[in-house]
């Protein structure tokens, strides 16, 4: 199955070209502000510059991914198609190896045909091949992190010793220095983890704590150099101001407001250069809150908008007609039916249930107050995906209707 997919994002990678992507605006759409720094550690200039020119240190974004995009500049070349060919590849590698953790996911809380039926789907999938083909990013390596936690947070009551901790521990850190949106799912992973073994009478403090301290041993070195380079505190990224900002402020609309963003706007981009990037950052955050303070009804209109925006397809754009409207129909379909697999999963006490619950619920509330985008539920997909099987595997077709004077024969 992993072989499969894997091939079959190989194959789409080469035979559509994705590799070869624009060299307008000095390839900015090769990574976009992580193909920045990439670019700006593999020629020595260190992990800086998110944009255009040289802009000094920056925590825009964490450094793991980052840093891998670095390496294959130094071996292959900066923003080369050998490059590109190589991190695409990278990515899809990591999106054929999901189909593990959900099948061992679906098989653990479903059934082995919701398992099979939930991994094929993930291998076979367009909209799931989509993104490992067409961006350099670090969404696939996410998404494949927090599927292994997923299912490494449901076996936790029945393992011992120190090594599950330490695993624990070690993949949040790894995911924190990937993609910081996962940590939100972290306080009801470990809570989940302590009340299930509690309901065995395992002990788990001492195991959490150990966790913890392997998670703070993790991201230390980069808080660190954050602490040391920009003379306060930053946990792992800087941007989140910003974020709001682009979300709220005049003009907003629950959508992400992309033309108020550096890389869009030569304005923005002078301020940000003029002030630096801690108090860019700070100023827009400013800026954000005294808007959401103004009138808090609207902002929340406005987080209404954006939690319809999430799981129902943002607002298709003028002139995509049918297409668009089809697309958003699709997207609102697979959460109507991951909500409804959720549900009946909860009544029917399937192992599991809450955890699917708590990661729905946990996971996309930052999204809800600065902006959404349908990349940014692509790390939960693999659990939607199997609430989403599961449903449909319960489904049984409705017994025809016996008239008056028929027999029923078994």
């Known amino acids: 199955m992993v072989l499969i997919a894997l091939l079959l994002r190989l194959g789409y990678i080469v035979g559509d070209h994705t590799y070869k992507f624009k060299t307008l605006d ?4 090769f990574g976009f502000e992580m193909g920045r720094i990439g670019r700006s550690l593999a020629e020595g200039h260190g992990f800086s510059s998110p944009f255009s020119g040289s802009t000094g240190p920056t925590a825009w974004e964490p450094p ?10 130094k071996l292959f070349g900066v923003y080369t198609r050998a490059s590109a060919l190589l991190l695409l590849s990278i990515s899809s590698l990591f999106s054929a190896l999901t189909c593990i953790p959900i099948f061992l ?12 039926w939930s991994a094929w789907t993930w291998a076979l999938l367009p909209n799931v091949i989509f993104w490992c083909t067409r961006w350099v990013w670090e969404t696939s390596l996410a998404t494949l992190l927090l599927a292994w936690i997923f299912w490494l947070t449901l076996i936790a009551e029945e393992r011992e010793g120190w090594k599950p901790w330490i695993q624990f521990g070690v993949l949040w850190g790894i ?3 990937i993609n910081t949106s996962l940590l939100s799912f972290l306080p009801a992973s470990a809570l989940w983890i302590w009340w299930r073994r509690a309901k065995l009478g395992k002990p788990s403090l001492p195991g959490l704590l150990f966790a913890s301290m392997t998670f703070v041993a993790c991201i230390a070195p980069w808080v660190i150099r954050n602490q040391l380079t920009f003379g306060q505190f930053i946990f792992i990224r800087s941007n989140f101001g910003v974020e709001l900002r682009l979300g709220n402020g005049p003009g907003a609309d629950g959508t992400w407001m992309d033309y108020l963003h550096p890389t869009k706007n030569v304005g923005q ?3 940000y250069r003029q002030l630096g990037e801690i108090a860019y950052i700070e100023q827009r955050k400013r800026e954000a809150l005294a808007y959401i303070r103004e009138d808090y009804a609207r902002f929340a209109r406005l987080s209404l908008n954006r939690f319809i925006y999430y799981w129902g397809g943002l607002p298709s754009p003028s002139g995509s007609g049918l297409a668009g409207v089809l ?8 959460s109507v039916l991951a909500f409804w697999g959720l549900g009946r999963a909860l009544r029917r006490r399937r192992p599991g249930a809450w955890l699917f619950l708590w ?6 509330l930052v999204y809800y107050i600065a902006f959404p985008h349908p990349r940014y539920r692509h790390p939960i997909e693999p659990e939607l ?9 319960e489904a049984k077709p409705r017994p025809r209707h016996q008239g008056p004077g028929t027999s029923c024969k078994t």
């Open 359 to 364: 990661l729905a619920l946990c996971y996309p």
């Open 327 to 334: 697309k958003n129909s699709l997207f609102l379909a697979s």
């Open 26 to 29: 000095d390839n900015f759409s």
């Open 64 to 73: 793991l991914y980052p840093m891998l995009i670095a390496g294959v500049f």
């Open 269 to 271: 981009l002078v301020l």
């Open 175 to 177: 995911a924190a220095l």
């Open 385 to 393: 995906g199997i609430l989403v099987l599961y449903v449909i595997s």
């Open 105 to 116: 996911i679906g098989l653990r809380c479903f059934s082995e045909k919701v398992a099979v």
